[in-house]
């Protein structure tokens, strides 16, 4: 009997034992499949899986042919590994011949790869050193080309390695520098690079890989949490051939005769595209330390400046589109002529009474004549018209920093300014906005906003920045075309005849002396500039030429050559047919 | 009970009888009648459960040396398409720089081209010539022997193409005229208002 209940006993103990077990066994297990599951995955997860981060292409910008301006590349910084830098063997696969090499004889061949100094090289690892014996990560060369990283790859320097970083290049160097802007070392600082960061910058994905207990990544692991979006491609209406040719030209002359600064804009009649935006001094935007300061920005749209005559075409289409004067209307342009107490308005050169055209004030730019024909206009009509042909209002290209420029409106002008603003002075414009008031003009008096950028493609196929702005009627069609009419004259009758013409074309122009307002008045510091559209008889393309503060030629003479040579490149480039048509001769005295 | 009976193989009946009768035995080895005449194991099934698992094993190492062989190659044909890239991004950007308009205009000068400062046409429709023809001067490229003003330190090592043999403008002068890009495009000579211009790009 006793023995049967030990054996019970025994029995009963081994099953609790066995119960225990299996019960301890069973909390652990509900710990860790239920209670701790999410949080334990995750940690082994971490512990695999490096997450990666995927950068997506800066977008391009491209011209209006699809010439690149401003490109996404790869550079490398050459970085090593301080606490690992020692001598080290290298294995000759031809011969099998072992050789060591010692770190003085790698750092000179990298050296003399990318153009530093080995010394400098050696200086910055031990400096590194020298901070923390366990360092593992310096600089050794930053942002090297692709073809010098191959090079130091394939010397085989086992502490040396690289790592790639996303650059820019700017193929065209200054070549539309100032309208594309620049990247500075963490994003984007000037023109349409910043202006339109929206489209051009990519969006950045992630994706995990998972290692094993040795480091190396397993294959198949790679997975793509959210794919990396390329920048979208930026298109612009410029021509980059005539663009070039445009800033060669203004950069040769405006160096001859010693300006501060110029600009030079061609724009398509049609629809107001930018086909050159040129300027000088310029910014290569691959250097761009190698350029001055105040010369980074576009000064087309970010300089305003007082245009003078050149805006006079502007108010004769004005004055023949309100009725108060036609081209053969007879006035007399006096010797001066006297606004507000002491103030008075004279011409470039000295006369009597004129006895002129409408046609005649205009071709010879009397500023007594157009003052006597601006009074004809109420401030109010003043104002409506030269706001109305874009000035004081940025233009639709919306570039950054872009100036309004200055147009005084009836209530602060004074009587001296209202007539003055009417032949370019004692109000600002800037290049863009001249260039648009004249496609008006050229365009049978309807202004097509001015166009710098057609739109941008993005990477999923859409589209977006589209021009927006609505062509707007300024004048009639038959005061545009009366003006047109006259400003051939001047190229044909003036004294600029033989600096304008273009053979076989029918070529209008305007002519600017500008005096600069200085401290204290006017002083004998001119801007130059010539605007003008051919062929006459149905204009395609606009330019407009200015010099600011030029030294030894200080009349419009200075701009009309560059003028001529833009504008027969530009018909050129464009096959645009030479004129059949005989210009109208409009009377100019009477 | 004998020392002979001890060895007498006991039937479960037996058991079952003997179990009121005697308290003691609570477990007792129990030989199945027919087991005892059954088979010893067959050296067959043995053989082919363990040549079925090593060929099991064999199929799983080849599979995995033919797996890891392809990621292998996989590796190497992505560093080969890597370094493809590299190479293709090298050209795209060093062809970009020779395409600049400046770099063209001056090796078009160093060849000794010259441009027309007068422009002019032949209409192909009805022969006519349109605009004011005046021949080219010498010297008369877009640069004029002029320094390009246009900067771009990418072309700083970038050397302008030499001209052929005999070099210069003579030479370019002396070689026969080729059919310009004007008439290269037979589909549209019948336009008449516009003119042919080709397609440069």
């Known amino acids: 009997m006793s023995e049967q209940r030990r054996t019970r006993r025994r029995l009963a103990a081994t099953i609790l034992v066995v119960v225990a077990i299996v019960a301890a066994f069973g909390v652990r297990l509900v710990d860790i499949q239920v209670v701790r599951a999410e949080q334990l995955a995750q940690e082994s997860e971490a512990r695999r899986s490096i997450p990666v981060a995927l950068h997506g292409a800066r977008g391009d910008i491209v011209d209006r042919q699809g010439a690149v301006l401003a490109d996404s590349v790869f550079r490398y910084d050459i970085t090593v590994s301080p606490r690992f830098v020692k001598d080290y063997d290298t294995l000759d696969d031809e011969t099998g011949e072992i050789t060591t090499r010692t770190v003085w004889e790698a750092l000179t061949s990298i050296a003399a790869l990318t153009g530093e100094d080995p010394a400098a090289l050696l200086a910055r690892i031990e400096s590194e050193l020298a901070a923390d014996p366990d360092d593992d990560h310096a600089y050794l060369v930053r942002g090297v080309v692709t073809d010098i990283y191959q090079a130091v790859r394939d010397l085989g320097v086992p502490w040396v390695y690289a790592e790639r970083v996303a650059s820019r290049t700017y193929p065209n160097g200054q070549v539309a520098g100032n309208l594309v802007g620049f990247m500075g070392t963490d994003g984007p600082l000037a023109g349409l690079e910043l202006g339109l960061d929206e489209c051009l910058a990519s969006s950045p994905g992630s994706s995990t890989y998972e290692r094993g207990a040795d480091g190396v990544q397993l294959p198949g692991t790679t997975v793509v949490q959210q794919e990396p979006v390329d920048g979208g491609t930026l298109h612009l209406t410029i021509d980059s051939d005539v663009q070039w040719f445009a800033q060669q030209a203004i950069a040769e002359e405006g160096a001859r005769i010693g300006a501060d600064w110029a600009t030079a804009m061609v724009v398509r009649v049609d629809d107001g595209h930018i086909i050159a935006a040129a300027e000088w001094p310029s910014v290569d935007p691959n250097d761009v330390d190698g350029s001055d300061a105040d010369d980074r920005g576009s000064r087309i749209f970010a300089a305003p400046y007082e245009p003078g005559s050149t805006i006079k075409s502007l108010s004769f289409a004005a004055m023949f589109d309100a009725g108060v004067t036609t081209p053969s209307d007879q006035v007399i342009a006096p010797r001066s002529y006297a606004t507000i107490g002491s103030y008075r308005i004279g011409d470039a050169w000295d006369h009597g009474d004129l006895r002129l055209t409408s046609a005649g004030v205009l071709m010879n730019s009397s500023n007594t004549g157009t003052a006597v024909l601006s009074e004809r206009l109420s401030l109010e009509g003043r104002y409506d018209y030269l706001t109305r042909f874009g000035l004081g209002d940025t233009t639709g290209v919306g570039f950054l920093g872009e100036a309004r420029g200055s147009v005084r409106d009836p209530g602060s002008i004074d009587g001296h300014s209202a007539v003055t603003q009417m032949f370019g002075q004692g109000m600002t414009a800037t290049s863009a906005q001249v260039a648009s008031a004249y496609q008006a003009i050229a365009n049978g008096g309807v202004r097509a906003p001015l166009t710098l950028v057609t739109g941008c493609d993005h990477a999923d196929g859409t589209t977006t920045h589209a021009p927006t702005g609505e062509p707007t009627r300024v004048v009639s069609e038959q005061s545009a075309r009366a003006t047109v009419g006259i400003l051939e004259e001047v190229v044909t009758e003036g004294w600029m005849r033989s600096l304008l013409e273009i053979p076989g074309y029918r070529v209008a122009a305007k002519t600017g002396t500008a005096e600069v307002a200085e401290a204290g008045g006017y002083g004998d510091e001119r801007i130059v500039s010539v605007a003008g559209m051919a062929p006459a008889d149905d204009p395609q393309f606009v330019v407009v030429v200015t010099y600011v503060r030029p030294d030894t030629m200080k009349t419009s003479a200075a701009a009309a050559p560059t003028f001529r040579t833009i504008m027969t490149q530009v018909l050129k480039t464009y096959r645009v047919p030479p004129s059949t048509q005989q210009a109208t001769a409009y009377p100019l005295t009477w | ?201």
């Open chain 2, 1 to 201: 009970m004998s020392a002979a009976q001890a060895f007498v193989p006991v039937t479960a009946e037996q058991v079952a009888q003997a179990a009121p009768r005697r308290s003691a035995p609570f477990l007792a080895p129990v030989i199945a009648p027919r087991e005892s005449r059954r088979r010893r194991p067959r050296i067959v099934y043995a053989t082919v459960a363990v040549v079925g698992v090593f060929a099991i094993l064999v199929t799983q190492l080849l599979l995995s040396i033919a797996l890891s062989e392809g990621a292998y190659r996989i590796s190497a044909l992505a560093t080969q398409a890597s370094e493809l890239d590299r190479d293709a991004q090298v050209l795209v950007e060093s062809l970009d720089a020779l395409r600049s308009p400046q770099h063209l205009a001056a090796n078009a000068e160093a060849l000794g081209m010259v441009s027309n400062a007068s422009p002019a046409y032949l209409q192909l429709a009805d022969a006519t010539v349109l605009g004011a023809p005046v021949a080219a001067e010498a010297g008369g490229g877009l640069l004029g022997g002029r320094d390009t003003m246009i900067g771009n330190v990418l072309l700083a090592d970038m050397a302008l193409a030499t001209p052929a043999s005999g070099g210069g403008a003579s030479s370019v002068a002396s070689t026969p005229p080729v059919p310009g890009s004007l008439a290269s495009q037979p589909a549209q000579p019948g336009l008449a208002g516009s003119l042919p211009s080709p397609v440069t790009r």
